[in-house]
């Protein structure tokens, strides 16, 4: 086999192999699955009241400090909702507030625990964001994957 065709051919294996490589990594990263919260620790241990209170004090420096971030929270359970895939939904906060901190619960703790209304709850979540009250209907911190913390 002369030189020319010899490196055509080694040029050719190490693009398969690379394509091979870039393959398994997007296989990989389509069916990667999200960080179950349970063992992840809480940058922030807060109460309804004050993330709801610091959120609408503040929008941009709460941003900045609880977005993205695993939290701890604790509160009174407003109401239980249901998003439109049927996800459990507990709305924390103070009763006489028409403002919230809205906890999406993970798939896989959706079922878990009975929750009474009035009752004392802690859960832990992803802060992704806040919804300010423009309608004067209450605003709401968003948290998803949120897991019950036993008390």
Partial sequence: MNKKKK???LLLLALACLAG???FY????FNRKAEDLSSAKAAYQVTAVELIDAFTGN????NA???SQVIEISGTLKKTDQDEKGNRILVLGDST???SVRCSLDSLYGKAGVFEQGS???MKGLC???MADDLGIGSDVILTRCIPIKQ
């Fill in 7 to 9: 490196n055509i051919l």
């Fill in 21 to 23: 490589a870039g393959a």
């Fill in 26 to 29: 997007a296989y990989k990263e």
């Fill in 59 to 62: 929008e941009a420096g709460s």
């Fill in 65 to 67: 400090k609880y977005l």
């Fill in 97 to 99: 507030s028409m403002s």
């Fill in 120 to 122: 004392l709850v802690k």
């Fill in 128 to 130: 992704t964001g806040f």
